[in-house]
T-cell receptor
Framework: AQKITQTQPGMFVQEKEAVTLDCTYD???????LFWYKQPSSGEMIFLIYQGSYDEQNATEGRYSLNFQKARKSANLVISASQLGDSAMYFC??????????????FGSGTRLQVQP | EAQVTQNPRYLITVTGKKLTVTCSQN?????MSWYRQDPGLGLRQIYYSMNVEVTDKGDVPEGYKVSRKEKRNFPLILESPSPNQTSLYFC??????????????FGPGTRLTVL
């Protein structure tokens, strides 16, 4: 079963508007972390925002916020005031807290966001 | 500037010719890892290292070797590359503390083509 599901292969948004990228996850761990990364066309993987499973407040980083709904196992990324430079692939990822020290991130399949002028 | 660097960024090689992709971080991170990214398969972990001289296999280790002789460096070695190792490779590092809060920072990626 998929541990991270991103159901939107592609999204369009007008410049200066807000956009929500969906992410649902599956884990039986009580302790886990959720991460969003941005991958522009140049290929690098840029960390955007983190949410811990025990965090009661939604994480925010500048124009990025994470809408964390634990009971629904969703961790949607909200980008406010979209800019042309936000056009990229966005990945949701999870690291479960139990088990080995592998600390491997489990990634979703990504959402390609295109910001239109 | 805190960063993870990889070299080379682009490499085209031929089957069987040994190559090394270097990875270095300047954040004094204990944990380092290699991933490969392939269309339709996403990012998969190849090897990881919890600290100097401590390495272990990830999900797809076949055909790869790593070493961690110094804290800052974690090279990926392909002893005999094959075309199915054509991929985009990422090195990542993190502090190595509480697993669920441990943010991994990625290098810029190495695009490898094996002919």
């Amino acid at each position: 079963a998929q541990k991270i599901t991103q159901t939107q292969p592609g999204m369009f948004v007008q410049e200066k508007e807000a956009v929500t990228l969906d992410c649902t996850y599956d884990t039986s761990d009580q302790s886990y972390g959720l991460f969003w990364y941005k991958q522009p066309s140049s290929g690098e993987m840029i960390f955007l925002i983190y949410q811990g499973s025990y965090d009661e407040q939604n994480a925010t980083e500048g124009r990025y916020s994470l809408n964390f709904q634990k009971a629904r196992k969703s961790a949607n990324l909200v980008i406010s005031a979209s800019q042309l430079g936000d056009s990229a692939m966005y990945f949701c990822a999870m690291r479960e807290g139990r088990g080995t020290g592998r600390r491997a991130l489990t990634f979703g399949s990504g959402t390609r966001l295109q910001v239109q002028p | 500037e805190a960063q993870v660097t990889q070299n080379p960024r682009y490499l085209i090689t031929v089957t069987g010719k040994k190559l090394t992709v270097t990875c270095s971080q300047n954040m004094n991170h204990e944990y380092m890892s290699w991933y490969r990214q392939d269309p339709g398969l996403g990012l998969r972990q190849i090897y990881y290292s919890m600290n100097v001289e401590v390495t272990d296999k990830g999900d797809v280790p076949e055909g790869y070797k790593v070493s961690r002789k110094e804290k800052r460096n974690f090279p990926l070695i392909l002893e005999s590359p094959s075309p199915n190792q054509t991929s985009l490779y990422f090195c990542a590092s993190s502090l190595g503390q509480i697993p669920s809060t441990d943010t991994q920072y990625f290098g810029p990626g190495t695009r490898l083509t094996v002919l």
